[in-house]
């Protein structure tokens, strides 16, 4: 598959471009600065792309099978440029007739008991709040998009960078914890996860949640 992958610079991003290389895919890596740190393979080139800007979108999707999403907003910015973010996306991938992305989310929109999301929980932080919150309108638009075969690939509470193990749990819609409750994902299984989704297509349409 040639993936085009938004947010390649970043943590999480880093991940998942070399989970995708490492399985033989070809992966064209977006960062707002054309420079991606830690991803060294012939399949892979780097480019600069603001992912607020459709026609960049388009410009940068086209010729490629899917494109996948590791954006976060800037230290300096508001996280409501994830919304803007995703609205660009989806206008630009319809102008490439490209219908595949798989997109990192947060775990805010997960049920934790029925009808009990994350972020309404008491225990959720508050400083976490406008980031989830920003997430959860942006998986908004995801939903007035079914004619994309979009996934939302929702890490655990906590995610880290850690081991590759191989060895976590998914569900659709709700928070993997363990036994004690605990929420936690290394960043190199969740890049395991969101491959496995990009080439199966089993969670189209859906918030696939990553944990161990
Ligand atoms: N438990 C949870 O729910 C949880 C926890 C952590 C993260 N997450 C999700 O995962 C996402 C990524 O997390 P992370 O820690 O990997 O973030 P990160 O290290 O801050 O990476 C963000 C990436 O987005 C890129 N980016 C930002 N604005 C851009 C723009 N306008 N155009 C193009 N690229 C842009 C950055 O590239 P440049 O700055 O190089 O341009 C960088 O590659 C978060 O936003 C969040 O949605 C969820």
Not at 11 to 22: D, F, K, P, Q, V
Request: hydrophobic share 45%; charged share 25%.
């Amino acid at each position: 598959m040639h993936v085009l992958l938004l947010g390649a610079s970043g943590r999480i991003g880093t991940r998942i471009a070399n989970e995708l290389l490492n399985r033989g895919h070809a992966v064209t890596g977006v960062s707002r600065s054309g420079d991606v740190d830690g991803v060294d393979d012939p399949d892979f080139s780097a480019v600069a792309g603001d992912a607020t800007d459709a026609d960049q979108i388009a410009r940068l999707a086209a010729g490629h099978d899917a494109v996948a999403s590791a954006l976060g907003p800037g230290d300096d910015e508001s996280p409501e440029v994830l919304v803007e973010m995703l609205d660009a996306v989806v206008d630009g991938m319809r102008r490439a007739s490209v219908d595949r992305l798989v997109w990192t989310g947060g775990a805010g929109i997960l049920n934790v008991a029925p009808d009990t999301r994350l972020i309404d929980s008491p225990e959720f932080p508050d400083e976490w709040k406008p980031v989830a919150s920003a997430a959860i309108e942006a998986y908004g638009l995801l939903e007035d998009a079914d004619d994309l075969r979009w996934t939302y690939v929702a890490p655990a509470a906590f995610i880290e960078p850690g081991e590759r193990t191989g060895e976590f749990r998914t569900a659709l819609g709700e928070l993997v914890a363990d036994e004690d409750g605990e929420s936690r994902i290394s960043m190199e299984d969740f890049a395991i996860a969101f491959a496995d989704e990009l080439e199966s297509g089993d969670a189209v349409h859906e918030q696939l949640a990553v944990g161990y």
